[in-house]
């Protein structure tokens, strides 16, 4: 310890020094004095809560240029670099010990050489930096949700990105005292060339420990990799989950209007373009949280928190035209960072804004010029298609106000929503908990050629959607959500989406009619509206959809696009029950319960087809 003291007292100055030792935290100090010693830094600077120590973070950014400011006051953009703009799979890692794995689609490194590859790659490398220390609460502060996190970063952008994301937690950890018990995440976006981008691509890693709730991140600077509270938390918090008997999803938390002002929410968890977002964002309803949601029960009822305040969205194809309200917050003045959108004029773009966007300008590839080819050939659009905007959500209008309540919102509902074709309808309601569980969650697939209008999309398996974040056997994590349900009085309703049915290529339902979906589930959830028995699960009825389409989109509903949605498609169904059935035979842990819940339904599916053929209209029922 007295080593630890001298460490710090040598590289930190005064004041900072006293920020850090005003919390009385023996591992906190250790984790620091490690990183300096590793790392070795040309300063330290230690964040608290206080507003100038934000406004701090926010001015190095720019000072530092790895932010620049926009016309817009409060704008700013950060470039990622040309080959670092999505979360790197493959080079992100569980740190186990020798002979461990987690089993099928769990990337893990032993722990030994993984931790020695880390000493080697962070060795010195703030050598020219200013080293952040970071403390953040995911889920709201003083509560049951709160999980109190230090991230360590040289870079500012991620530091101030944190402020727009996360809720301060200089102060929690005050509050913690001497506990153990907190997330640690230590990151370097490393060597940068001239425009600030990460030198050492091809030596990005992300490793974590999961038994030390520690992870290592370095030579990338994308927020999805860099940005500890974000997916690398997750992975820790779904193994806190699992001890301590809560879930930690990949979900979005709404809040649906019903009748009398009542207010019902409902969580989502969708891969990613399948409509998650603007499904959070649906106009007139309440967002609590866009990405991440924490549920535990309390009395017998679940109650869900978003573990961030904030959002890391996708920019593209949102328009003035069909996304009013976040486009309002994207232009107006307010703290907002673009990433790897195109900038001309101090002006931001991006694909599908609406605009007429300029031929010229600086984007993720530097200086960028209408048909500019990259090394490989490919002509580079103006702007990456997983370029983001971050932004705190209490900047949108339709935040919800108990987004920081520490108790939570009550959860009646769960969707799992998916991207298929021509498998499932627009939206089922699962029999019970077990039925959703197995069948809409544990066996959620979506087309991952987004862009193809081809009836044979290729189908990828993401149960919950959450395979990405991992931390534990599929099997396990699916146990973990069947038993969920005990010992609860009021067991949330598992519903699912499909907003992708096409035929020839042609979508079967509009853009907007999710919203639909939302208040039909919303009024299910109350007993307030009626549902159709089918060899899948409970659909709505044709006159309940014909009354919500005329008051939610004053739209006409007929019936025959009833019957085109609403259909059983049972050949389809059945080979979706054979696809899944055999990713879980190669599962080790895979609760005997998915079996038999995937038997019955394909039995119900081969009588139904017995008595009303292949393809079943609801009013054949
Ligand atoms: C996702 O990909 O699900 C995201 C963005 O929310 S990232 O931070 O990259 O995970
Ligand atoms: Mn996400």
Redesign the pocket.
Known sequence: MKHVLNVLKSSIDGVNFTKLMALGNEKLHRFVANAITTCRPRSVFICTDAPEDIKYIRQLALDQGEEIPLAIEGHTVHFDGYLDQ??DKEHTRYLLPEGKDLGVNINAIDKESGEEESRMLFNGIMKDKVMIVRFLSLGPTNSDFSISCCQITDSAYVAHSESLLYRPGYEQFKNIGSSKEFFRILHSAGELDDHNISKNIDKRRVYIDLEEELVYSVNTQ???NTVGL??LSLRLAIRKAAREAWLAE?MFILGVKGPHQRVTYLTGAYP?MCGKTSTAMLPGEYILGD?LAYLRKRAGKVYGANAESGI?GIVQDISEKDDPVIYKALTTPREVIFSNVLVSDGVPYWLGDGRDTPKRGINHSGEWFEGKRDAKGNIIPLAHKNARYTISQMELENCDTNIDNPDGVPISGIIYGGRDSDISVPCEEAFDWNHGVITKGASLESETTAATLDREGVLSFNPMSNLDFLSMPIGTYIKMHLDFAKYLDMIPVIFAVNYFQREKGVYLTGMHDKHVWVKWMELRIHGEADALTTPTGLIPVYEDLRRLFKEVLKKDYTRDSYVRQFSCRVTENLAKIDRIVSIYNKVAETPPLLFELLDEQKQRLLKAREKYGDRISPFDY
């Open positions: 999505a979360r994308y927020a999805g974000k997916k990949h990613s990405d890391f």
